[in-house]
């Protein structure tokens, strides 16, 4: 097992097969759990006429790369330098109504706290992505108080509604398309897949995404036709 230093980190690399790397993140090492898939969006990014796919974690990067081009990769790799403050990318508003919120009830039940008082936390804090999810444009966002994080759901939904607003663990969730899903369901939210279409219109790892709160009646009239 060899290792490899990217933007200041240690990395154990792990060739798993001819075309695919695995960089597992020294555990000594402190860091914040974005950071993983923030300097993996920054690899696919610059290194994309070598990489096929990359698949990220909190303490890991899964490289996809055409066998003929995994040396000229590898090189790269080391070569790669990104600030990991704090970008400075605009917030991205979404729109959310909590009143097609499936699970509320048990919500309210496990935290001890009603409903506005919950919609109120989840509004003042501060809401980033942290990666990209178990299926194309789910969102995964950090910054939840810790009194609202909540274990998954014993059953897991067979069919959960694209743009649906979820938490789960630690995090809250967003359902870019249709899909089976075991977090807890608060709301609706404007982010589908197809609105942003390419690749480089999502937003960043890192990026601040902010609600803004409406009524089931206005949300219905704007996005009705999607």
């Known amino acids: 097992m060899t290792s490899i230093t990217i933007s200041s980190l240690n990395f154990s690399l792990i060739e798993i097969s001819n075309n695919k790397i695995l960089l597992q993140l020294d555990r000594k090492q402190k860091?914040?759990?974005h950071n993983i898939p923030f300097i993996a969006e920054y690899i696919f990014k610059e290194q994309n006429k070598l990489?096929?796919?990359?698949?990220?974690?909190?303490?890991?990067i899964l490289i996809y790369v055409q066998s003929n081009n995994?040396?000229?990769l590898l090189q790269n790799l080391s070569f790669v330098k990104l600030n990991m403050s704090k970008n400075n990318l605009s917030a991205i508003s979404l729109d959310?109504?909590?009143?097609?919120?499936?699970?509320?009830?048990?919500?309210?039940?496990?935290?001890?706290?009603?409903?506005?008082?919950?919609v109120y936390q989840i509004m003042s804090c501060t809401?980033?992505?942290?990666?990209?999810?178990?299926?194309?444009?789910?969102?995964?966002l950090l910054g939840l108080p810790k009194t609202l994080h909540l274990e998954r759901?014993?059953?897991?939904?067979?069919?959960?509604?694209?743009?649906?607003?979820?938490?789960?663990?630690?995090?809250?969730?967003i359902y870019g398309s249709e899909s089976p899903g075991g977090w807890h369901?608060?709301?609706?939210?404007?982010?589908?897949?197809?609105?942003?279409?390419?690749?480089?219109?999502?937003?960043?790892?890192?990026?601040?995404?902010?609600?803004?709160?409406?009524?089931?009646?206005?949300?219905l009239e704007k996005y009705k036709n999607e």
């Open 51 to 60: 990489i096929e796919n990359i698949v990220a974690s909190e303490d890991e």
């Open 31 to 33: 860091t914040k759990p």
């Open 127 to 140: 809401l980033t992505l942290a990666n990209y999810g178990f299926q194309p444009g789910f969102f995964y």
């Open 96 to 118: 959310v109504c909590f009143e097609f919120g499936l699970d509320w009830e048990l919500i309210k039940q496990v935290t001890k706290l009603d409903k506005e008082e919950i």
């Open 153 to 173: 759901r014993e059953r897991p939904r067979s069919k959960v509604p694209k743009g649906s607003l979820a938490i789960g663990g630690k995090y809250i969730g």
């Open 185 to 219: 369901i608060i709301g609706n939210c404007s982010h589908q897949l197809n609105q942003f279409g390419k690749f480089e219109l999502f937003p960043s790892i890192g990026q601040e995404i902010r609600f803004h709160r409406m009524s089931k009646k206005d949300y």
């Open 70 to 72: 995994k040396q000229q």
